[in-house]
């Protein structure tokens, strides 16, 4: 989608600003945020494509006024709602009120360490052989989806070439609406700056995304 | 309960609000409290930016461990004990004479854990996600640092599963030193390329 995540290229919101010595958390509710977030998540009702989906689907003016860990909570607020292990009337109360939906797991504290180190590899088999390979020059392709899509906006309809195949991954355009996982290729696709930004851009600039074979034409 | 509050402003609304979320799915039995206090635990003290920095002073000693992380970035990873979450696909890029790498994550905040731990603030806010691709001269002008204008910049943007680790150059003088030291060198900007590696004084 179009959504207030798909930040590059845009202007106005001024210097980076690092933070020297920068601690992990700024607040202790953010160490909850952190934990909350991945223990729901471990629940297994949802993946991460809709996990990012249901952050780039917060409002614009909400999604730019909220920290990246506030993001985090209002998100998962909607997907526990979604898939019915939390109501308006427990957000309400701040108390269990109604019953949940039965989880897949719960993450008991003894299991943490082997549930990070295992992390969540999305590479998949894909049938169909590689359509393309490294030095091919493609094009991406020109679309505005109304549901999830990692191809960016400024890396829409942009002649590129590519740079490795990679490994057959979880397409997230389909895997973020429960419409299967449907492995494709996934390619780093590297581009000109000029091409990307057009007049004045920095010729010594080049931009790769990794893009899944859909996303691609051949050029 | 082994964890407190206490340290949040009580009167800080989204501190309420993250204690209320926890407070309902820890009464209906969906999450274990003590399962959060050990995943903070894990990113406060265990995972860090340390782990990417024996990477790279790895690859700085040992030619064939260099290109072991040129070629298989994740098992190379791996065969030193980090893994996990957040680094399950590693792609390892090598800065040059002629090329500098950044890598952005522009559509949320991706990022690798394994070997860089939890991001920065500003690794996940606009200004960086929106500028890194566009103006990358600029915004490393405000990490202080000026590349020559010959020198290409690549920028990595983190779209798919892949997370990226900076190589950078390693300094002069720094022959016969040790791993440990060399490691030392290497701070976690210098990872995602708003930095370079420390010159020793």
Not at chain 2, 6 to 11: G, P, T, V
Request: aromatic share 10%; with cysteine.
């Amino acid at each position: 989608m179009n959504g207030p995540q798909d930040l590059g290229g845009q202007m106005g919101f001024g210097p980076v600003a690092p933070e020297k010595d920068e601690p992990y958390f700024h607040a202790a509710w953010e160490r909850r945020a952190l934990g909350v977030t991945l223990t729901a998540g471990a629940m297994g009702a949802w993946n991460i494509d809709e996990s990012r989906h249901a952050r780039e689907s917060l409002h614009p003016a909400d999604y730019y006024a909220s920290s990246y860990y506030q993001i985090w909570i209002k998100a998962l607020e909607e997907l526990l709602k979604r898939h019915g292990f939390i109501s308006e009337r427990d957000l309400a109360e701040g108390r269990a009120v109604d019953p949940a939906a039965t989880p897949k797991r719960v993450l008991k504290a003894e299991n943490v360490p082997a549930v990070l180190a295992k992390g969540g590899p999305c590479d998949r088999p894909v049938a169909t052989p590689a359509r393309f390979k490294a030095g091919d020059p493609v094009r991406t392709k020109n679309f505005s989806p109304t549901g999830h899509t990692r191809l960016p906006r400024y890396a829409r309809d942009k002649q590129g070439v590519i740079e490795a195949v990679r490994d057959g991954f979880v397409f997230p355009d389909s895997n973020a609406h429960g419409k299967g996982e449907n492995p494709q290729w996934v390619y780093t696709v590297v581009f000109n700056g000029p091409e990307i930004w057009g007049e004045g851009a920095d010729p010594t600039l080049t931009v790769s995304i990794d893009a899944w074979e859909s996303y691609l034409e051949p050029a | 309960m082994s964890h407190d509050h206490d340290h949040d402003n009580e009167f800080d609304p989204f501190a309420a609000r993250v204690r209320a979320l926890e407070t309902i799915l820890t009464e209906k039995g969906l999450i274990d409290p003590a399962a959060i206090d050990v995943i903070v635990d894990t990113y406060e003290t265990k995972i860090g930016p340390r782990n990417g920095a024996r990477v790279v002073a790895k690859a700085w000693s040992d030619p064939a461990y260099a290109d072991w992380l040129r070629r298989d970035a994740t098992e190379a990873i791996a065969s030193l004990s980090y893994t996990g979450r957040q680094g399950e696909h590693m792609q390892a890029v090598f800065n040059t004479e002629e090329t500098h790498n950044l890598v952005v994550c522009t559509l949320c905040s991706c990022y690798p854990w394994s070997v860089l731990g939890l991001p920065p603030v500003w690794y996940k806010a606009p200004p960086y996600r929106s500028r890194a691709v566009i103006d990358p001269r600029g915004v490393l002008e405000e990490f202080g640092l000026t590349l020559s204008a010959e020198k290409k910049i690549r920028v990595w943007d983190s779209t798919a599963e892949l997370r990226y680790l900076v190589v950078p150059m390693r300094p002069q003088n720094t022959e016969g030193w040790s791993e440990e030291q060399l490691a030392e060198l290497v701070s976690r900007d210098a990872m995602i390329g708003t930095a370079v590696a420390t010159v020793p004084a």
